[in-house]
């Protein structure tokens, strides 16, 4: 069945499956890591992080949308204080763009900067990701932990500050980012989402913290 609509993301299905008494032929499992013998014996995959390929992967990739969205929202926003004029601030003078008030500035302008630091970043950690894939195919799973634990840190923190970023952004635009021509509702929704999927943010900060446990022991 599918799970019904979301707050964003609605153009990907969502649903549940269950099975009752099914038996997955061993030829149909996954086994890239660990494996199941003919004759039943179970063998353990090199390391318990190599399961989490997949996933380091697409938080890696989740920085990359996540710096593209906060530039959408920031965009918007900056355009938008650009071209709105509010407050007769002198008889007789036009009214100035809502970006001379410093509050609009203070709220945009670190949004602007974070862009920049959140694609510095992604391209980081996407060029680690590949050095350590590489390094895996030799058998070299030295920098394995390190790397998870930077994917954890940097979604968990990409994610959260985008969020909040992009929520930023939709305020400065007043009643014009409550509506979904604005597209501010739509982004808001798709970054708020990342914060929960490939690992709710929470239990990825309390792996990074684990990982700088160890580290400092």
Not at 56 to 71: E, K, P, Q, T, W
Not at 146 to 173: I, M, P, Q, W
Not at 188 to 207: D, K, S, W
């Amino acid at each position: 069945g599918e799970i019904g609509t979301k707050l964003g993301m609605n153009a990907t299905n969502n649903g549940y499956l269950g099975f009752d008494h099914v038996r997955i032929p061993r030829e149909h499992m996954l086994m890239k890591n660990a494996q199941v013998l003919e004759d039943g014996t179970y063998v353990k995959s090199p390391s318990d992080k190599l399961t989490y390929g997949t996933m380091m992967f697409v938080r890696v990739v989740i920085l990359h949308d996540m710096a593209g969205y906060l530039s959408k929202a920031t965009t918007i926003a900056i355009r938008y204080s650009a071209v709105r004029r509010q407050s007769e601030m002198k008889p007789g003078e036009p009214e100035p763009q809502i970006m001379d008030y410093l509050t609009q500035q203070y709220k945009l302008f670190p949004n602007l900067a974070t862009c920049f630091a959140l694609r510095f970043n992604a391209n980081w950690l996407w060029n680690m990701y590949n050095n350590v894939t590489s390094e895996l195919e030799e058998g070299d799973l030295d920098r394995l932990p390190e790397l998870h634990a930077l994917a954890c840190c940097l979604k968990a923190v990409c994610t959260s500050d985008t969020a909040n970023g992009v929520e930023t952004c939709r305020l400065s635009c007043g009643g014009h980012g409550y509506m979904t021509c604005s597209s501010m509702p739509l982004t808001y929704g798709l970054v708020t989402a990342a914060c929960t999927y490939e690992g709710e943010n929470t239990v990825l900060l309390l792996q990074t913290a684990r990982f700088l446990m160890k580290a400092w022991q």
